[in-house]
């Protein structure tokens, strides 16, 4: 509401100025003054009405009992969703049901702008949303200058529901899938639930990985190339990458692919 209610104050300012400029059209500050104003009051409108789009949608919209906190962790992104008493931990992909409103909470560092479409503040940090489409919720800050995206998935209500019941569970596991994950290394930092729940440092959750369709908080695509190249050196496909490099053998390296690759 804060937004829209600025807006409509864009627009009364934009008019009241055009018609300033009109009254003194002679002047060579009236052209000019006219021009601003009238881009100025498209602008306005335009922005105006994408925000009362979004308040009606919010309000008309069925609620989905789905609670979202996105945390920053500055190079990718750790997402804790609950719903009626079941809750999980996922990372760098949100998933909501279509047509339906979604609380979302924010919790890191404050940001310049973030913005998706019918993405609606209604008080600090908590938002309101509702998916039409996938869409990228872009997030800028100042300080670092950073431009970062958080890939949003709208699944079909039945489709959500499937996955999010999914996400509640543990993952299939062996003994033979504990030893070689923490023997490569990755239960120092990575979850998997079930595998190894105790890291050393927090990196993102992998219980579900496979069902990602990136990975690391990139538009790398989640195929085995990728995963591939990012376990061996993350750094030289994301510049800042705080995952080592991983000397495993060859032979490691492909059952370790084809394990996370299982991870649905």
């Known amino acids: 509401m804060t937004f829209a209610l600025l807006g409509v104050a864009a627009l009364i300012w934009s008019l009241t100025v055009l018609r300033w400029s009109i009254s003194r059209r002679d002047s060579p500050w009236g052209g000019r003054a ?14 105006v009405a994408a925000d009362l789009r979004s308040i009606w949608l919010i309000s008309s919209a069925p609620r989905s009992g789905v609670a979202i906190t996105i945390k920053d962790n500055g190079e990718w992104w750790q997402l804790a969703y609950r719903r009626g008493g079941q809750s999980f931990v996922t990372a760098n992909e949100i998933h909501v049901p279509a047509g339906a409103v979604v609380a979302m909470e924010w919790n890191g560092p404050s940001t310049v702008v973030w913005r998706a479409r019918d993405f609606l503040p209604h008080e ?15 997030v800028l800050q100042l300080w670092p200058p950073t431009r970062r995206h958080l890939r949003i998935v709208v699944d079909p209500p039945a489709v959500f529901d499937a996955w999010f019941k999914t996400q509640t569970l543990p ?25 190894a729940e105790s890291p050393w440092k927090i990196a993102p959750e992998l219980t579900h990985f496979a069902s ?3 990975i690391a908080g990139t538009g790398l695509p989640n195929d085995r190339g990728s995963l591939s190249g990012w376990v061996v050196n993350s750094k030289a496909l ?6 080592p490099e991983n000397n495993v053998q060859p032979a490691v390296l492909h059952q370790l692919v084809t394990y996370l690759g299982s991870l649905r």
């Not at 006219?34 to 922005?47: C, D």
Request: hydrophobic share 45%; glycine share 8%; aromatic share 10%.
């Open 34 to 47: 006219m021009v601003v104003s009238i881009i100025a009051g498209v602008i306005a409108a335009a922005s």
């Open 124 to 138: 600090m940090n908590h938002f309101a949303f509702i998916g039409e489409r996938a869409e990228d919720l872009t």
């Open 238 to 243: 994301k510049y800042g990458s705080e995952m």
């Open 171 to 195: 993952t299939r596991w062996s003994p033979q899938a504990v030893e070689l994950f923490t023997s490569a290394g990755c239960a120092y930092c990575h979850v998997i639930r079930g595998v």
């Open 212 to 214: 990602r369709r990136t």
